[in-house]
């Protein structure tokens, strides 16, 4: 069937880090140009995001780090994604909500001009949606070929509820089902415990989905700054998160799921702390070097004693001794001679 169309329709998709508008970005971008005659241009670009790609992103759309980081940032081909889209109309599924926003963002980033202004976009999610309904009466009808009677009363909704869930088991017993990352199983089986892991693949943590467990069964953000943390790394980083959460508005059940995660992350911190302390008290003490002996101090030492003969009652210290010339002749006893030599030296007159 041939698009009735005035202008062109770009069919677009992109792939990205996450779904976070405000902090994720494009990995790869693919656009099916759809011209009023029919005929179609198709362009797509891998793009170096700037940023590590989260394992649970590459397992989605498969591709990763290594994949992408010698392409262009996106800045580098803003302007001939611009181009190529040019005047077009929008098209794509869950566009609305997703691929567009994102889009506007990375142009935005790239300061490349792109007007929204009197475009018209399509997106096809929305038709399914409106066309093929997921209410209740709508399934009833589906799955049981019936009306329910005096709908939204409590009883005969919950009576059409169960009615619809064996319907259900019925209609899609041995029928195959392929998951995101293309594993292919038959889920629908008359089990319960099957049934709960079927119906809960967002695996959330308080219902509400503001808390979800990752591939390695971590409970994680699912909203605002720290989506896809592990809600233990903002307990280490940023403490002041889990008053703020406390404090809020947030429902009643994910607050006590948040304390829970808290009073367990802080016993564990406690018992690592007490863990250190206990085995810094058991180490053994380093043992202080030791001073390599000579042969010499080793022995012992030995007092010094002055000769015997030194030390006299006569002893005199040397700087009281009287002069004495080495030349000089023993003592002459006193004659007659010398007397009188002395006499007429001393005569008057």
């Keep these: 069937m041939k698009l009735n169309l005035k202008r062109p329709l770009a069919f677009f998709d992109i792939e990205s880090t996450g779904t976070n ?28 995001p700037g940023m590590p790609i989260p394992l649970e992103s590459s397992l989605v759309h498969g591709i990763y780090d290594e994949d992408i980081k010698d392409e262009p940032l996106f800045k580098d081909i803003a302007a001939l994604v611009a ?18 926003p994102m889009l506007m963002e990375e142009f935005l980033r790239a ?23 997921r209410t209740l009466k709508a399934a009833y009808q589906f799955y049981c070929d019936k009306q329910i009677i005096n709908a939204h009363s409590a009883e005969a909704d919950t009576r059409a509820t169960m009615e619809v869930l064996l319907a259900q088991i019925a209609k899609y017993e041995g029928v ?19 049934l709960h892991h079927f119906t809960n693949l967002n695996k959330p943590v308080d219902f509400a989905g503001r808390m979800v467990y990752n591939e390695n069964g971590e409970e994680t953000f699912n909203f605002g700054k720290h989506k896809g943390k ?9 403490p002041s998160y889990y008053s703020w959460m406390m404090q809020g508005d947030f429902p009643l059940y994910t607050k006590r799921k948040l304390e829970e995660i808290h009073n367990r992350w802080n016993a564990k911190k406690n018992a690592e702390r007490i863990a250190r302390q206990q085995q810094q008290q058991t180490a053994p003490k380093p ?27 006569n002893y005199q210290k040397p700087e009281n001794k009287p002069f004495k010339k080495k030349d000089d002749a023993p003592a002459v006893p006193v004659n007659e001679d010398m007397l009188k030599l002395l006499a007429d030296k001393f005569k008057k007159g």
């Design 230 to 238: 592990t809600v233990e790394d903002v307990l280490k980083i940023e």
């Design 287 to 313: 043992q202080e070097p030791v001073t390599e002996i000579r042969p010499s101090e080793n022995q012992p030492k030995r007092e010094f004693h002055k000769p015997d003969h030194t030390r006299t009652n």
């Design 176 to 194: 195959e089902w392929e998951d995101k990352k293309g594993a292919r199983s038959k889920p629908v089986v008359n089990d319960v415990e099957a």
């Design 83 to 100: 181009e190529f889209i040019d005047v077009s109309d929008l098209a794509g599924y869950n566009s609305n909500k997703f691929d567009i």
């Design 111 to 133: 300061n490349v001009q792109f007007d929204l202004d009197n475009r018209h976009f399509v997106d096809v999610q929305n038709i399914f949606h409106q066309m093929e309904q």
């Design 21 to 48: 508008i405000g902090a994720d970005r494009i990995v790869e971008l693919s656009v099916i140009k759809l011209h009023p005659d029919g005929s179609e241009e198709v362009k797509t670009w891998r793009v170096n």
